[in-house]
Structures are given as C-alpha cells and as structure tokens.
C-alpha cells in the first residue's frame, strides 16, 4: 500500500516562509507525477504546483512566484517550498501522487498537514 505523509505544517506570521515535506513509501520516479493541492474551509481543493520524474514543474497563478516544488529522489521525498504567505495561503496542505499500474491510473493522497498564517 502506497502511503504519502506530509509534514512541516504549522502557523506562520503574514510574510513568512514555510516547507513542506510529502514523504513516499516507495520510490517517486514510479509516479508519473506529483504535486501539492490545498483546501481551505468552504472552497474546493485547489491545485498548487506539480513535479514530473524529470523536474518539470507547473504552478498555479496564484502560488507562481512565492512557492516552489522541488523533489529528493534519494529521500522519496517532494517539497513544498512556501514564501510571502499571508492570510489566504490558510489550508490543509495535501500531497498527491499518480501512477500507472499495468493501464490503471492509481491517485494517491496524503492525509495533509494545515498551514496557518496569522499574526
């Protein structure tokens, strides 16, 4: 059973900086891809930025500039790189990974780790 286990989460004053880190039981460059989506109270989950096994990363506009995904394949670990935060960036944080198995798509999540800004 594959089991992805976020961490780094907590509370932040408007202007800091956190990291999260997405730890994977099995090797990453098995997933095709993988990426950090966020969910605050009321609203839909929202996808923030994806890493491929090759490093290509895509962002959503509204983290682009402030977050970044980086990966340690030696550590099974993605991260989530976040800078200026300020009140909205306020959700539960979930990491998510997708592979094939033979032709079946397989999504996995996290169980997500809230980030909190206030000051």
């Known amino acids: 059973q594959v089991q992805l286990v976020e961490s780094g989460g907590g509370l932040v004053q408007p202007g800091g900086a956190l990291r999260l880190s997405c730890a994977a039981s099995?090797?990453?460059?098995?997933?095709?891809?993988m990426g950090w989506y966020r969910q605050a109270p009321g609203n839909e989950r929202e996808l923030l930025a994806t890493?491929?096994?090759?490093?290509?990363?895509n962002y959503a506009d509204s983290v682009k500039g402030r977050f970044a995904i980086s990966k340690d394949n030696a550590k099974n670990t993605v991260y989530l790189q976040m800078n200026s935060l300020d009140a909205e960036d306020t959700a539960v944080y979930y990491c998510?990974?997708?592979?094939?198995?033979?032709?079946?798509?397989?999504?996995?999540w996290g169980q997500g780790t809230l980030v909190t800004v206030s000051s």
């Open positions: 099995i090797s990453i460059p098995q997933f095709v891809i």
């Open positions: 890493i491929t096994p090759a490093g290509n990363t």
């Open positions: 998510n990974a997708g592979r094939f198995i033979d032709l079946d798509w397989s999504n996995y």
